[in-house]
């Protein structure tokens, strides 16, 4: 088992950064691609960015991509999403997510994700 605890949330305004954070506990030596997907009201959950276990890969769909960081560190069981320049409509509920199959391949589909964490709301104000 493994468990995941976000944090870092919050209210911001647009154009402004937050930084959130993700603890894995339990079996964490069985854990290899770490991801962030989010949930908006209404919607499907979206694949954010996926980072594997040796740090050296990370995806982000173009619409993240420049703005958003996805790193980790393995020493502390946590993976970080640094966002910034944030919009509107990046408001959603973001998880964090583990994956145990072994190996160095990033997955974007949710059902490639083993463990979840709770989520953390972020609310970006126009």
């Known amino acids: 088992q493994v468990q995941l605890v976000e944090s870092g949330g919050g209210l911001v305004q647009t154009g402004g950064s937050l930084r959130l954070s993700c603890a894995a506990s339990?079996?964490?030596?069985?854990?290899?691609?770490m991801a962030w997907f989010r949930q908006a009201p209404g919607k499907e959950r979206d694949f954010v960015a996926a980072?594997?276990?040796?740090?050296?890969?990370?995806y982000f769909t173009d619409s993240e991509k420049g703005r958003f960081t996805i790193s980790r560190d393995n020493a502390k069981n946590t993976v970080y999403l640094q966002m910034n320049s944030l919009k509107p409509e990046d408001t959603a509920v973001y998880y964090c997510?583990?994956?145990?199959?072994?190996?160095?391949?990033?997955?974007?589909?949710?059902?490639?994700?083993?463990?979840w964490g709770q989520g953390t709301q972020v609310t970006v104000s126009s």
């Open positions: 980072i594997n276990w040796i740090g050296e890969s990370t």
């Open positions: 339990g079996r964490t030596s069985s854990v290899y691609t």
């Open positions: 997510a583990a994956s145990m199959r072994f190996g160095i391949s990033l997955y974007i589909r949710a059902s490639q994700y083993d463990y």
